[in-house]
């Protein structure tokens, strides 16, 4: 009964494909976030929506395009993926907006 | 200067040690605090949450906020192996709109049996 959980788990491409991770959340919450970690453990808010809607873009380039289906549904494409893509990609939900944050397994992203 | 530093480490300790983790802020509008636990190749799990200064304890863990000195800080009792992990801290208040949490960088702990 995992909370939040995404796949993949691990995703290796190369540089220019477009590529998706989709996360999905039981427990109910109204808000769900994608989280970017680099490789020096350093979390950074990417988005955030609350019950579908768009709260947060943290200056992310367009090449990336969240989407929630629904509340417990939040997606992420990346068109013509970069080596600097490469990181741990995290979904996470919570029960309001910037309440305590409940995290995927995450999704080790590899641009090669 | 980041929002919120944390020391990297690697802090190595014996097992049954005491261990203290800790977190330093920028912004006197932060209010919530809190710290979580991540193992490699993990999702960050929440430990501990807290509002207001003062001290929170739950088992072996104690959670410490100083809203003055704009410090908080996490300790360890009796450290164990599987206590190694990264720590790291976050936090919310007035200046993200209560919106977003705020990341340290996280320390890595090592406990040696």
């Known amino acids: 009964d995992t909370a939040v959980s995404q796949t993949p788990k691990y995703l290796v491409t190369q540089m220019g494909n477009d590529k998706s991770i989709k996360c999905e959340q039981n427990?109910?919450?109204?808000?769900m976030y994608w989280y970017k970690q680099d490789s020096k453990k350093f979390l950074k808010i990417m988005f955030s929506?609350?019950?579908?809607?768009?709260?947060i873009n943290e200056t992310v380039p367009n090449r990336f395009s969240p989407k929630s289906p629904d509340k417990a549904h939040l997606n992420l494409h990346i068109n013509s993926l970069e080596l600097g893509d490469s990181a741990v990609y995290f979904c996470?939900?919570?029960?309001?907006?910037?309440?305590?944050?409940?995290f995927g397994q995450g999704t080790r992203l590899t641009v090669v | 200067q980041k929002e919120v530093e944390q020391d990297p480490g690697p802090l190595s300790v014996p097992e049954g040690a005491i261990v203290s983790l800790n977190c330093t802020y920028s912004?006197?509008?932060?209010?919530?605090f809190m710290w979580y636990r991540q193992y490699s190749r993990k999702g960050p799990e929440l430990l501990m949450y807290?509002?207001?200064?003062g001290n929170k304890e739950d088992g072996r863990f104690t959670a410490q906020v100083d809203k003055s000195s704009k410090y908080i800080s996490l300790f360890i009792r009796d450290s164990q192996p599987s206590d190694s992990a990264t720590y790291l801290c976050?936090?919310?208040?007035?200046?993200?709109?209560?919106?977003?949490?705020?990341f340290g960088t996280g320390t890595r702990l090592l406990v040696s049996p």
């Open positions: 996470a939900s919570s029960l309001a907006t910037g309440e305590e944050a409940f």
């Open positions: 929506y609350n019950n579908k809607e768009l709260i």
């Open positions: 807290t509002y207001s200064s």
């Open positions: 427990l109910g919450h109204d808000t």
């Open positions: 976050a936090m919310n208040g007035r200046n993200t709109g209560f919106q977003k949490l705020v």
């Open positions: 912004n006197s509008a932060f209010q919530y």
